[in-house]
C-alpha cells in the first residue's frame, strides 16, 4: 500500500521518500491534490491537507535523482505519485560530440526555458538581413535552427567552429549552406574576418579554453563594431535523459554555482568594461548577451 501524506512537513516527506526511494528504486505515495489548491504558498492547509504545487514535487524528483511518472487519482482531493530512480548511466560527455555519441540526442531546442530565452537573445543583438554569423563549438549545429525562429525574414552567412570532425560534418549536413571548419576555437582560421554575431553555447567551460583571452581575440577581432554575443553556460547536467537542475563540479555530490557565477560574473565585468550592455537570463543555461552601450535594446523580443 503507497503511503499517505497530508500534513506532514516537508521534514519529515523528504527523508521518508528518499529512503523508500533508496531500499527499492521505486516510490510511490499519495498527497494533496496539487490542483486543489491553486494560488496557495507551499505550506499553506487546505481541507485535504498541505498544499503543495506541481513543482515541488519535480524538484523532489530531480534532487533524489529519479523520474516521476504520470500521476494518478487516487480520492476526492488526493493524488498518486510514483518516483522511479533514474538507471545508472554515463554522463553524455563520455562518448564525445560525434553524431554516435549522446550529445548528438540533445536538442535544446525542446527545453521551453532555453528556446524562449536563447530567442530573446539573438532579437537583443539583432543581426541585420545579410549578417554574418559565427558559432563556436557548434557541434551538430542544433542550436542554429532557432536563427529562423528569431528571424524569419533574414538570412544570414553562418560560419561555424568545431572541433569533433564528426559532429561538424553532422552540421554541414544539417546546414549545407553554412561553412564548418574543423578547428580549436583557441586557434581559429586564417581570414575568419569580423561578425555582427557571435555563439559560443556550452563552450567557455571546456577544458583547455581560457576565457579571458578567447573573449578578448573575439572582441578584437572578429566582432563588428555594432554586433553582439551569446555566451551560454551549462547550469545543469543531463540524468535519464532528463535535465537536472544545477552546474556540477568534479567530486561535488551536489551542484556547486561558485564556478558559474565566477565565469558569468568576469565575462560581464569584462565585457561592460568595453563599452557593452550585458543581459544574464536562463535556467538550465544561463545566457549572458552582450550588445554595444550605445546600441538601442529592441523590444518584442518574445518567440
Do not use: C
Request: glycine share 10%.
Amino acid at each position: 500500500m503507497p503511503v499517505r501524506f497530508t500534513t506532514e512537513p516537508m521534514s519529515v516527506l523528504l527523508p521518508a521518500v528518499r529512503d523508500r526511494l533508496r531500499a527499492a528504486g521505486e516510490v510511490t505515495f499519495e498527497v494533496p491534490d496539487p490542483d486543489a489548491g491553486l494560488g496557495r504558498y507551499a505550506g499553506e492547509a487546505t481541507t485535504h491537507g498541505t498544499h503543495r504545487p506541481w513543482s515541488t514535487w519535480m524538484d523532489l524528483a530531480d534532487l533524489l535523482g529519479a523520474h516521476l511518472l504520470t500521476p494518478e487519482r487516487a480520492g476526492e482531493g488526493q493524488v498518486r505519485l510514483t518516483l522511479r530512480a533514474h538507471a545508472p548511466a554515463r554522463d553524455p560527455d563520455h562518448a564525445g560530440y560525434g553524431p554516435d555519441g549522446d550529445w548528438a540526442r540533445v536538442n535544446k531546442l525542446e527545453d521551453p526555458v532555453f528556446l524562449a530565452t536563447f530567442v530573446e537573445a539573438l532579437r537583443r543583438v539583432n543581426p541585420p538581413h545579410g549578417g554574418r554569423v559565427l558559432a563556436l563549438g557548434v557541434n551538430a549545429g542544433h542550436e542554429l535552427a532557432a536563427l529562423p525562429l528569431a528571424f524569419p525574414d533574414r538570412r544570414f552567412d553562418v560560419v561555424g567552429v568545431e572541433l569533433d570532425p564528426a559532429a561538424a560534418q553532422a552540421a554541414r549536413e544539417r546546414w549545407p549552406q553554412a561553412v564548418i571548419h574543423v578547428a580549436d576555437v583557441n586557434a581559429l582560421p586564417e581570414g575568419l574576418g569580423r561578425f555582427d554575431l557571435i555563439l559560443a553555447l556550452s563552450l567557455l567551460q571546456s577544458p583547455g579554453v581560457r576565457q579571458d583571452v578567447l573573449l578578448a581575440t573575439l572582441r578584437r577581432h572578429h566582432l563588428t563594431p555594432g554586433g553582439g554575443l551569446i555566451l551560454g553556460y551549462p547550469n545543469a547536467r543531463y540524468r535519464g535523459g532528463t535535465l537536472s537542475y544545477g552546474a556540477r563540479m568534479r567530486n561535488y555530490a551536489r551542484p556547486d554555482l561558485s564556478l558559474l557565477a565566477a565565469d558569468v560574473t568576469n565575462a560581464r565585468r569584462g565585457l561592460q568594461k568595453h563599452d557593452y550592455k550585458v543581459f544574464v537570463t536562463g535556467k538550465y543555461e544561463v545566457l549572458l548577451t552582450a550588445i554595444p552601450a550605445h546600441a538601442t535594446t529592441p523590444t518584442g523580443l518574445d518567440l
